[in-house]
């Protein structure tokens, strides 16, 4: 069975608009210098060539990783049920050890943002929360060891 990738309808949108840049824009600038590369003669010295072949060759490894997500995307309907925390929520969370909040949006793994608390389900974290109700402490497993969040608010 394929890998699942859990998306919003907009997270699906921008990582078809990005596939899109990468096979008709980039794509076409990366042969545009390898083309001006080999004009230089001697390939077996080029820097200016193999950097290029290289920036090709990351290109394609990652125009191929993102069709691979996007056809086995699976859109996320937005939800308003707030009763329990599900993909699309935002969660504000006590943090029983450290004695502070934070706030978190669970989202599919193509669409974690670390700088914006935008956490994946399958995180320790995001799959800890997910199918709890407000007022529910949860145990996060987490590499270094388990820790308890108290989920305060549910959006």
């Known amino acids: 069975m394929a890998d699942r990738f859990y998306m919003t309808q907009k997270g699906y949108e921008e990582a078809v608009k990005e596939l899109e840049y990468l096979t008709k824009v980039k794509r076409a600038e990366i ?34 990783e993102l069709d691979y997500r996007i056809k086995n995307a699976v859109i996320i309907e937005e939800s308003d049920d707030n009763s329990v925390v599900h993909i699309g929520s935002t969660v504000t969370v006590y943090d029983c050890d450290f004695e502070e909040e934070a706030t978190y949006t669970i989202m599919g793994t193509t669409e974690v943002d670390a700088m914006k608390n935008v956490i994946s389900n399958e995180s320790p974290v995001g799959a800890a929360l997910l199918k709890h109700k407000k007022g529910e402490t949860v145990t996060v497993k987490a590499p270094d060891g388990e820790y308890k969040l108290k989920i305060l608010k549910i959006d």
């Open 31 to 64: 042969v545009e210098r390898i083309q001006e590369a080999r004009s230089h003669g001697d390939l077996s010295e080029n820097a200016e060539y193999d950097a290029a072949r290289n920036e090709q060759a990351a290109n394609e490894g990652e125009i191929a």
